[in-house]
């Protein structure tokens, strides 16, 4: 998941924040992860105005700004980082 992040947002600074990892752009957090039992979740993940991302992201939306993905299955690192480029775009 770090590298995917990186890779995405190779200017994002890392620290630890609520006890996960987070990578923020300037003094803005831009989006955090943490492994639970069941799933991997990123965190702060808003609803995209690009409709084809969104409609990719939604069978993985738990909470309004939360995105869970099974642990039972792999994680879909291409995904991840679209979201983060996104991110990272929106908040530019």
Known sequence: ???TVLGAAPEAAESISYHMPTYSL???PL???AGWKTHVALY???HFDD???ETEVAPFRAAKDTVKFPVRKPVPYEL???IV???VHVRA
């Open 1 to 3: 998941m770090r590298c």
């Open 26 to 28: 300037g003094d803005r």
């Open 31 to 33: 989006v955090f992860f």
């Open 44 to 46: 702060a993940v808003p």
């Open 51 to 53: 409709e084809a991302l």
């Open 80 to 82: 991840v980082g679209r």
């Open 85 to 87: 480029s996104e991110l």
